[in-house]
């Protein structure tokens, strides 16, 4: 509880003012707003006019004003569209001319009142027709100050259960992008976020969490989308400090300044006075009384907007449902699943303003939805989201709410984007992304870029020519179909069945008892006792013979030498595990070949499915993303020649899901994306070599980890070997861990 300021998101890393600021010089006497109140439903148009006078006598004012078309001459393609290029139409309607008298010091509103009688049209998402109002001043004759305002000719209502624009009942379906980059800035990167959602089918956006610049709400205004506008007043940041006076205060002015900022726009639908401020208290778990102290606060400041704008009804504090009946509509944020039971039973209009798994969903969470495949790659993980998603929008969205978003299509739906890097054989670095190659010039407005680096962002508006706009994942594609103006449409996803788990029928044991050579005080000793490896040194006539390779001696192979001559002649299994480092040189004496190790590390394995041993070891067996404590059951990899003679059974897997579960939002997608493209050299961690008549396995997996869940693996990894260690169990996975919100997802 250390900020007492409405915190935003994702912004505090960014260092002084990161918009453009204008100074405007005004005459004397000008108008200092204009705010356009259109009443659809009445065939009324009313302005209410400020005017001002800072000079030290009186004047008489004359205003008269005009309506205008706002002609959009923006392309269609990649390049010309997300440009400014418009110009005033014909004239749409003439305002009834008024003479004012300003006092010295006055500032007087005017109220300004007109029939629009068919001559302005309507704007809709379909339809975004725009409008300019030039009010003109003059004193004694001479034009002094001309204000313009854009507005749409629109009226938004709510009826029951659901919202009204222009009379016809309309469902919001949209997107929320946190701020995670200065590239948020750009209009072109805005332009190409509602590209998207207009492709998906969507009609509805919602600058998360912050005032967002003033760009995002122009182009929403032109390209017809609906915009739920929010403050900053950020409660999953976990930093609001509601004990304070003053946080209350700042956020009623930024709320006020928000309304008298964007109550213009006519693709403003409602406000959001605050997100998941439920968070603060899940966090701090306050007695009762000071919870109701926190909830009556922030009900005052949901009774800030119809003071200001009284032409829009719809106010949330999204996520808080509705403060116990105080806000005219229900919000609740949704995780995996679906839940038609939470939806409550009442006549007013119902927001699931975020939803699904996308950036909390670990692979167990999605198992049931995909089975293994939540496990193997960035795509199949996707696929499980596009599932869950699909049979929300058709049994949920689409029958009961009247406005539904995923949690960022444009972070989850999509994939991250390899802006100006196309060489996988190496990491990025600071030569690759996209330059612009000319330099920054002082007081140009907008956004002006030295570099954008590759995969800090989803789209490509034009920049690296060799990649498309953006490039859809199956959650796209499934929330697409589900959308389909005829319906839900056939998808790929457009199906669940609970995925039950199916255990591996592991081979009859061969080997009852094993030879172990090396460190019998040691940490592998140690494992293999935990395990139920029944080690006995004196048992010269067993078939599997277990070699410390970080610690085994030369006299430890001479004193064994026989015992491995017969398995060698006779047949066995020799396994040789490398922990660490490079294995002792008397090792190397056993070997077809070199044997090379390269540092790696990574949190999950996979089997490999053409051998006998590693198709029994599915991904679910060798994932220790979860695990306490050093995650990375894999310090190095096996390479070299010796891979030429051996086949594989267990090598690191396509996707380390710690990159993923254990990293902030903010780069959680572009590591693991990065990660999958990465080119490696050929690699394993554990192979199978020809040893004459028996068999050799090399493992590099790290045995220094003991654990419930390390045990169970290497259970597991025996029973593959037909290694009698008793049964094999399910893996162990920590259930007392303390839930983050951030991380895990949200809570009822």
């Not at 701020?179 to 959602?197: D, V």
């Not at 309304?259 to 208290?281: K, Q, T, Y």
């Amino acid at each position: 509880m250390s900020a007492t300021y409405p915190p935003g998101s994702n912004t505090s890393d960014l260092i002084g003012i990161w918009q453009d600021v204008f100074l405007q010089a005004l005459p004397p006497v000008h108008v200092d707003s204009v705010f356009a109140k259109p009443a659809v439903d009445k065939n009324e148009l009313e302005f209410e006019v400020k005017l001002v006078n800072q000079t030290r006598h009186s004047n008489s004012v004359h205003l008269s004003g005009i309506i205008k078309e706002w002609v959009n001459h923006a392309g269609n393609d990649i390049v010309s569209a997300p440009e400014i290029n418009w110009d005033l139409g014909k004239t749409a309607l003439r305002l009834k001319n008024v003479t004012v008298l300003l006092k010295p010091g006055e500032a007087k509103t005017i109220i300004i009142k007109t029939k629009v009688e068919g001559k302005l049209k309507l704007w809709s998402p379909d339809h975004p027709n725009l409008y300019t109002v030039l009010f003109n001043t003059r004193i004694n004759g001479k034009d002094i100050d001309c204000k313009t305002e854009r507005f749409g000719w629109r009226q938004f209502t709510i009826k029951d259960k659901f919202f009204y624009l222009n009379g016809e009942k309309i469902q919001a379906f949209g997107d929320l992008q946190h701020p995670f980059g200065p590239y948020i800035t750009s209009r072109r990167f805005a332009w190409a976020w509602y590209k998207m959602i207009k492709d998906f089918g969507g009609n509805a956006v919602r600058p998360h969490a912050q005032p967002w610049p003033r760009v995002y709400y122009d182009l929403a205004d032109e390209m017809g989308l609906m915009v739920l506008d929010e403050d900053a007043l950020f409660g999953s940041s976990i930093a609001l400090n509601l004990e304070e006076d003053i946080t209350w205060k700042r956020t009623a002015q930024q709320i006020t300044r928000l309304i008298l900022r964007d109550r213009n726009h006519p693709s403003v639908f409602g406000w959001s006075v605050g997100n998941e401020i439920f968070a603060i208290a899940l966090l701090n778990k306050p007695t009762a009384d000071v919870a109701k102290v926190w909830d009556d606060k922030l009900a005052q400041l949901a009774q800030l907007p119809p003071k200001l704008d009284p032409t829009r009804v719809v106010v949330t504090s999204d996520g808080d449902k509705d403060l116990d009946g105080r806000l005219p509509v229900w919000s609740k944020h949704f995780g995996h699943g679906l839940k038609l039971d939470q939806l409550p039973a009442i006549n007013k209009p119902e927001i699931v303003g975020e939803f699904g798994a996308t950036y909390y969903g670990k692979p167990r969470e999605l198992f049931p939805f995909v089975g293994l495949k939540a496990y193997g790659s960035y795509y199949q993980r996707n696929e499980a989201l596009a599932i869950d998603l699909y049979q929300n929008v058709v049994q949920m969205a689409r029958p009961f709410l009247a406005y539904f978003s995923p949690s960022e299509v444009c972070w989850f739906g999509i994939e991250h984007m390899n802006l100006g890097y196309h060489d996988y054989s190496r990491p990025p670095d600071e030569r690759d992304g996209i330059f612009p190659g000319k330099p920054y010039e002082e007081g140009k407005p907008g956004y002006q870029y030295e570099r954008i680096p590759p995969y800090v962002t989803t789209f490509n508006p034009g920049l690296d020519p060799q990649l498309p706009l953006y490039k859809p994942l199956p959650l796209f594609e499934a929330l697409k179909a589900a959308l389909h103006k005829n319906g839900p449409a056939p998808s790929n996803w457009d199906h669940y069945q609970d995925t039950a788990w199916q255990r591996p029928a592991y081979p009859a044991a061969i080997y009852h008892k094993a030879v172990f050579i090396g460190d019998t005080t040691g940490r592998l000793a140690t494992l293999l006792t935990q395990t139920g490896v029944d080690i006995n040194p004196q048992n010269d006539k067993a078939s599997l013979i277990i070699i410390d390779g970080n610690k085994v001696t030369a006299d430890d192979l001479n004193r064994h030498k026989a015992l491995i001559d017969n398995v060698r002649k006779n047949g066995g299994l020799v396994w040789i595990l490398v922990s660490n480092g490079q294995p002792s040189g008397p090792v190397s004496e056993l070997l077809p070949a070199d044997l090379k190790f390269m540092p790696f590390q990574t949190t999950a394995l996979q089997g490999d499915s053409t051998n006998a041993a590693g198709k029994l070891l599915n991904l679910r067996d060798t994932y220790f993303s979860e695990m306490d404590g050093d995650k990375y059951i894999l310090k190095q990899m096996i390479t070299g020649n010796i891979l030429n003679h051996s086949s594989i059974i267990l090598k690191p897997a396509k996707t380390d899901w710690y990159l993923f579960s254990g990293a902030p939002e903010n780069r959680k997608c572009a590591q693991i994306v990065l990660y999958e493209h990465l080119k490696r050299p050929p690699n394993a961690a554990l192979i199978d070599i020809p040893f004459d008549a028996a068999c050799m396995y090399i493992c590099a997996v790290d045995y220094n980890i003991i654990n419930p869940q390390t045990i169970q693996f290497w259970k597991k990894l025996f029973a593959a070997a037909a290694i009698n260690t008793g049964r094999a169990n399910a893996t162990h996975v920590n259930g007392n861990k303390k839930h983050d919100l951030l991380m895990d997802g949200p809570v009822n």
